[in-house]
């Protein structure tokens, strides 16, 4: 009998690698200043609406740019609009350590958010465009330990060197993480399927397959908006014990964003995305026990679980969903999805915890996002039904 491996179309690519090599870079900044900036935000003499204002202004510059990133990318080639967005994630960072004022972190993030938008919805695209067809869901995955193997490393790694070093450092770091990402940019494609017909952002959002993993999807990132910012906070005392609670939830996102893509080329992804909402659910609840720092642990654990999965299970539905052209359009519905929530998420927390404390704004939090399970209800049964072929 042959080996049906044999037979599977081959997955890494040289271009491939650029465009993972880039979007590293602009992870590994994105990740380590992601909970350090609003801790700076407090310690210039911001409050915690601050804090969630800067995580709300990088995240909302974000969604802008990842808007127009479609046209962008039809106008001027991958290989430009990647490094631009690269350049203007770094670059900004460099301005922080001269500038101890809340408003000027908010500007900073805000001009970082532009250069993210760029960055991860060109990562996706990219990798929906160069990998087959029948290893997408495998490729989303590898893209998903690319941006989160980062998230591992330096998002509590972030919180620990400000213990430890201070400020200045850290931001000098996060600038140029960014910048060397443009080592790889050579690599990456000028133009993607430039003849095909375009399938614009607004037909999407019209699009009940796209919406119902959107909006699904954006419930549970809304909640990482207040885990990356407010744990920090919620913690208190020492850095390390909030390090560690985001360690935990970097290390199970990254493995099951990973296991989800290998598991949805074999199953279909649409399945996971019940059960993946009700762990990151559960997380978040699990929280009003924050000051216990075991039940901190499983929550963060319970959550990344459920977030890694989702994060995949979601891109990967809606990538099934549309021909070639429609790819971009995908690639910035989602991340509208995702960043779009998880700003929202830290400024409203922002304001809601100075009048209930964080164990009530948790437990809102997390009914909330239980809201979602109707729209997941309802995409799981439209996924039950055979799907359209690929035209590719």
């Known amino acids: 009998m042959a080996d049906p491996q044999a037979t599977r179309p081959r997955l890494l690519t040289p271009t491939l690698f650029a465009v993972f090599g880039a979007t590293s870079g602009g992870m590994v900044s994105f990740f380590l200043l992601l909970s350090v900036a609003p801790l700076y935000a407090t310690a210039t003499g911001g409050g915690e609406s601050a804090a969630g204002a800067v995580t709300g202004a990088l995240l909302l510059a974000t969604v802008a740019a990842e808007l127009v990133t479609p046209r962008l990318l039809v106008r001027f080639g991958a290989r430009l609009v990647f490094a631009v967005g690269l350049v203007l994630l770094g670059a900004p960072a460099f301005a922080l350590p001269v500038a101890a004022d809340p408003a000027v972190v908010i500007a900073v993030s805000a001009l970082r958010g532009i250069g993210f938008g760029f960055v991860v919805v060109l990562g996706s695209t990219l990798v929906a465009q160069l990998v087959p067809a029948e290893r997408r869901g495998e490729g989303l995955g590898l893209l998903g330990l690319v941006m989160s193997v980062p998230g591992v490393l330096f998002l509590p790694f972030g919180v620990f060197l400000v213990d430890l070093i201070g400020y200045p450092v850290v931001f000098v770091a996060g600038a140029v993480a960014s910048l060397l990402g443009l080592a790889a940019a050579p690599g990456l494609p000028g133009r993607v399927s430039p003849d095909a017909p375009r399938v614009g952002i607004r037909r999407g959002l019209r699009m009940p397959e796209m919406r119902r993993p959107a909006v699904v999807f954006a419930a ?173």
Do not use: K
Request: no cysteine; glycine share 12%.
């Open 220 to 392: 549970t990132a809304m909640a990482a908006g207040v885990v990356v910012t407010f744990i920090p906070l919620a913690v208190g005392g020492s850095g390390r014990l909030a390090a560690l609670a985001l360690l935990v939830q970097a290390v199970t996102l990254a493995a099951t964003r990973w296991w989800a893509g290998w598991y949805g080329d074999r199953h279909g992804p649409a399945r996971l995305m019940l059960p993946a909402l009700l762990a990151t659910a559960g997380g978040i609840l699990l929280l009003v026990l924050v000051d216990q720092p075991v039940a901190l642990l499983l929550a963060m654990a319970l959550f990344g679980g459920g977030f890694g999965a989702i994060q995949n299970a979601s891109l990967a539905s809606m990538f099934r969903r549309v021909p070639p052209a429609g790819y971009a359009m995908v690639g910035a519905v989602w991340n509208l999805a995702y960043d779009a929530a998880m700003g929202l998420g830290a400024i409203v927390f922002g304001l809601l915890v100075v009048y209930t404390g964080y164990s009530w704004g948790f437990l809102l939090t997390g009914a909330l996002m239980l809201l979602a399970l109707a729209p997941a209800w309802w995409d799981r049964r439209a996924a039950s039904r055979p799907p359209a072929a690929d035209p590719s």
